[in-house]
């Protein structure tokens, strides 16, 4: 258990909890902390957690007879819960750096609660059954363990890296200090106090965006949109590399207009030349009434995303598609294929025919 960061104590309360006199109220209302880490802005009585289940405030002790003041500690500020070696391609960002290995790791913990929870048995625990697993690691050890790896990258990933923010802000320091890029994926429910800390730490970003209302954000996430908007525009202002994730579930985020609306606000208020990869639902966690994405929905949305003038949408979980290949936005020719996450990649970010330049990070890398 480590100090948190981004927090703030509460003054005391104008009323105490229902039944608490003397000091017992006094304490209650003093130990009160604000967590500013995300856009949930937790305010967390004393003992208890936030919305995540990772971040715990225990007050300051005190002499007898004095009231507590509430202190803020990170519970997987030192600890992972899992470590891999994955092709950047996995994140997914198809622009950034392809071909290349990223050293991935990520804790326990997410400030969402997605009913389609692809990782819930990393994400859940700590906020469902107060469990916190992982094992103890240093910024350090895990840039060492990254390079040794052969990585080109550090990704903080697979939970939500929210959550993990001093260790991803000190991992991404020492990483960067040794000539390794960071990335970051993510749900982009962060403050702009956390984004601010970041810009200046983390290279590439994909971000959900996991449909284009506000009720599905509340009902099915536990949220809402407005940040999640806020965040892809200061990630674009900031000059990450962005790629976008959309999870296709049938009947809650698929229609034709709300597809449109989200490949606009891509095109318009990101950029055209942002990837927006739409990945295919497979029922999982509390989401199991409704069947895998049928191949002609994600289709229907590629087509949507071309029409809306974004040049580069790509189609997830569906392995062998010809929409998981790059082409030229200039000319349409093959300029990367793809199957699975492997890419066959070309030498120039060029493209062959018409001489066009891809864009993205690192297309001209030695490897290529």
């Known amino acids: 258990m480590l100090d948190a960061r981004l927090w703030k104590p509460l ?11 003397g000091s017992a109220a006094a304490e209650a209302d003093g ?7 995300c856009s949930h802005y937790c305010v967390i009585p004393a003992g208890e957690t936030g919305r995540c289940g990772v971040r715990v405030n225990r007050p300051d002790a005190h002499e007898p007879g004095e009231t507590g003041t509430g202190r803020l500690f990170t519970l997987v500020g030192d600890n992972v819960a899992a470590v891999n070696l994955d092709p950047v391609e996995k994140k997914p960002l198809f622009h950034f750096m392809p071909g290349t290995l990223t050293y991935s790791f990520g804790t326990m ?26 094992q103890r690691t240093t910024p350090a050890k895990l840039v060492a363990e990254a390079k040794a790896s052969g ?12 959550i993990f923010f001093e260790l991803m802000s000190d991992t991404a320091d020492a990483a960067r200090a040794a ?22 730490r983390i290279d590439a970003a994909n971000i959900d965006l996991k449909a284009f209302t506000e009720r599905f954000y509340a009902e099915q996430c536990g949220a809402r949109l407005k940040p999640v908007l806020h965040t892809l525009r200061t990630i674009a202002r900031m000059g990450w590399w962005l790629e976008v994730t959309t999870l296709l579930i049938p009947g809650l985020n698929d229609g ?30 509390r989401l199991t009434d409704r069947p895998p994405t049928p191949p002609a929905t994600l289709e229907r949305a590629w087509d949507i995303g071309r029409g809306e003038g974004l040049r580069f949408v790509y189609l997830g979980n569906m392995p062998g598609h010809p929409a998981e290949s790059t082409h030229c936005p200039a000319c349409g020719a093959l300029f990367a294929r793809r ?30």
């Open 11 to 21: 003054p005391t309360a104008t009323g105490s909890p229902a039944g608490a006199t």
């Open 31 to 37: 130990a009160r902390v604000q967590c500013r880490l």
């Open 109 to 134: 913990g997410c400030n969402l609660s997605c009913s389609f929870c692809q990782n819930w048995s990393l994400s859940r625990p700590p906020s469902e059954q107060g469990i916190v697993r992982g």
């Open 151 to 162: 990585a080109a990258s550090v990704s903080f990933t697979y939970s939500e890296p929210t």
């Open 179 to 200: 000539g390794l890029a960071t990335i970051m994926v993510s749900n982009g429910f962060q403050s702009p106090e956390c984004l601010a800390e970041l810009e200046h």
């Open 256 to 285: 034709p207009d709300e597809l449109r609306d989200m490949a606009r606000f891509i095109h318009d208020e990101l950029g055209p030349d942002v990837p927006w990869h739409l990945s295919r639902f497979h029922p999982s966690y």
């Open 339 to 368: 199957e699975g996450f492997h890419t066959h990649l070309p030498t120039t970010s060029r493209c062959a025919r018409c001489g066009a330049t891809m864009p993205g990070v690192g297309w001209d890398t030695p490897e290529n």
